[in-house]
């Protein structure tokens, strides 16, 4: 019994050219599909991925200079609910109350992720709050759209079981540190006391996304 027949290549192998996954449902096991056919499957998969990625980042740009070119600018979305949404990456949430600095290149955000069955409640809170001129300038939240990362993070986000969504709650310069923690204590005023960890903007720019960064702050 050291041998098993592959799903896809139908080839017979022996049991460690299987590939083995571990899940937070299932214990250890192999794959149904030897190890050759898994890796196969990924680059494929992979290559499909980066296609789709250019083809939005430049649907974006064509969208962004078509507007231009009319002499208008693209409006972010900021109606609905993060586990409703589809047609949009990201829903945003922008001061309509007071004033705040413009931000600058050392700009960043407080990430908060929350599960599918929490994120609606806190994104209307902090909406409302970034709204009403409690937070700075703007917040974001990931939808159910595939646009809200490159296809490689969101890859291993979903192998690892990863559903949750995320908040951005932006500040205009992590150098202000009194302006970062008076935000973070406002999410803590809005429930949010989990400790939650603040990214540079130039950390993602550069294509750091998921979790191969060093936090700014973590509070
Ligand atoms: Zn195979």
Redesign the pocket.
């Given at each position: 019994m050291t041998k098993k027949i592959?799903?896809?290549?139908?080839?017979e192998?022996e049991l460690e050219l299987f590939h083995k996954v571990t899940n937070q449902y299932t214990a250890l096991h192999p794959m149904g599909?030897?190890k050759?056919?898994y890796k196969s499957n990924n680059e494929e998969r992979k290559r499909r991925q980066a296609q789709e990625w250019e083809a939005r980042t430049a649907g974006r740009r064509a969208r962004d200079e078509a507007y231009k070119q009319a002499g208008q600018r693209w409006l972010p979305s900021t109606e609905g609910n993060p586990t409703e949404v589809s047609n949009h990456a990201w829903i945003y949430a922008l001061r309509q109350q007071g004033s705040y600095p413009v931000k600058t290149e050392r700009s960043g955000k407080w990430l908060i992720f929350l599960s599918a069955e929490t994120i609606d409640r806190y994104w209307q809170k902090v909406k409302a709050a970034v709204e009403q001129g409690q937070l700075g300038a703007q917040a974001k939240v990931s939808t159910l759209s595939k646009g809200s990362m490159p296809p490689e993070v969101r890859r291993k986000k979903e192998e690892r079981g990863d559903t949750r969504f995320v908040i951005c709650v932006y500040t205009y310069d992590h150098e202000d540190k009194g302006d970062v923690m008076r935000i973070r204590e406002v999410l803590r005023d809005l429930g949010i006391r989990r400790p939650i960890r603040y990214k540079a903007d130039a950390d993602t720019h550069a294509g750091s996304y998921g979790n191969d960064y060093h936090p700014m702050y973590e509070a």
């Open positions: 592959c799903e896809q290549c139908q080839a192998k599909i030897c050759e056919c």
